[in-house]
């Protein structure tokens, strides 16, 4: 599947913004220029040489805490999906496999969750268990988990039903041989858009929850919060808010440019893609490479 997105434009766009984004994650606070956390005389100044983006309304710089606060806002969106993944996934493979209780108890709660306003819910439950990134992002990767439920369900109920599953099981193959050599083949694909969908859907959810000030202690960087300090004065900085919303919408757009392109190499239009380069090469080579003097 890698290969096949690699092979489209799109695909190959979205990996180098992801990577990018993945370096200023793993690389960010050595790239730093200045301590993102110092504070000096010099508030709100604009571009200089010194200070590329200029700095904050308490004097710091504001390259070095967006490229500090990257860590929290990848870390924080792969939290989301991953939680979402195990929690929303599993149960929906297994729902269809482990009778009919365990189906309509993991539909109602999937409902359920589905009904509960995640922002609310998240600051509700952070209240109780404390200010932290790691319980807002768990909060939240469960809350978003009824869309791998739902998308595991759809998939293996669509192979619930062949003739090879339905012979595993009369030979008296067990749930998880099943899901590991039958299911998880047909179920990896739209797993693997949803997971591409949830990781962008988790870089606006960390944003607006730190734009708030949750889940993270002042004054730890991160894009969301830079993006509400920022507002605060616009007066004297207009400029301010661009580099973080930018870097914000541009990871979401590669996270959903990733999530089109492995939905259009897998299943059905995937097995097209492939049939349509490979006639297209096959014509190629009947063709032949044109003669020296032009056409033929």
């Known amino acids: 599947m890698v290969r096949r997105v690699l092979t489209l434009t799109s695909g190959r766009i979205a990996v180098v913004i992801l990577a990018l984004i993945a370096l200023l994650a793993l690389l960010g ?10 504070t ?62 365990f189906e309509w108890f993991t539909l109602r709660l999937a ?42 369900r759809a998939a293996t109920l669509a192979v619930a039903r062949s003739p090879y599953v339905e012979a595993a099981i009369v030979s008296g193959a067990s749930v998880g041989w099943i899901v590991r050599r ?31 000030g949750i889940g993270v202690q002042p004054p730890e960087p991160t894009w969301g919060g830079l993006l509400a300090s ?5 007066s004297h900085r207009p400029w301010a808010p661009v ?22 190499v897998s299943g059905e239009a995937g097995r097209a893609l492939a049939n349509d380069r490979k006639a297209r090469a096959s014509r190629r080579a009947a063709v032949g490479p044109l003669p020296a003097g032009g056409s033929r």
């Open 243 to 264: 580099a973080p919303a930018l870097l914000i919408m541009i990871t979401v757009w590669a996270c959903n440019l990733l999530a089109d392109a492995i939905r259009d």
């Open 40 to 101: 000096s005389d010099d508030a709100l100044a604009a571009y200089s040489g010194s200070h590329w983006l200029g700095t904050d309304y308490l004097g710091r710089d504001v390259l070095s805490r967006l490229l500090d606060g990257s860590r929290i806002s990848v870390l924080g969106s792969l939290e989301v999906a991953s939680v979402a993944l195990v929690v929303g996934a599993v149960p929906g493979t297994l729902s269809v496999y482990l009778g009919r209780f």
């Open 182 to 212: 039958h299911v998880g083949a047909k179920v990896l694909p739209p797993i693997a858009v949803a997971l591409a969908q949830t990781i962008g859907v988790g870089f606006v959810i960390v944003s607006s929850l730190t734009f708030l």
């Open 230 to 234: 920022d507002l605060g004065y616009l």
């Open 29 to 38: 606070p050595w790239l730093a220029p200045q301590d993102p956390l110092a």
């Open 111 to 152: 409902d359920t969750l589905v009904a509960l306003p995640f922002l609310l819910f998240a600051i509700a439950v952070i209240a109780l268990l404390g200010n932290g990134i790691t319980q807002a992002m768990l909060v939240t990767g469960v809350l978003v988990s009824p869309l791998f439920y739902r998308v595991s």
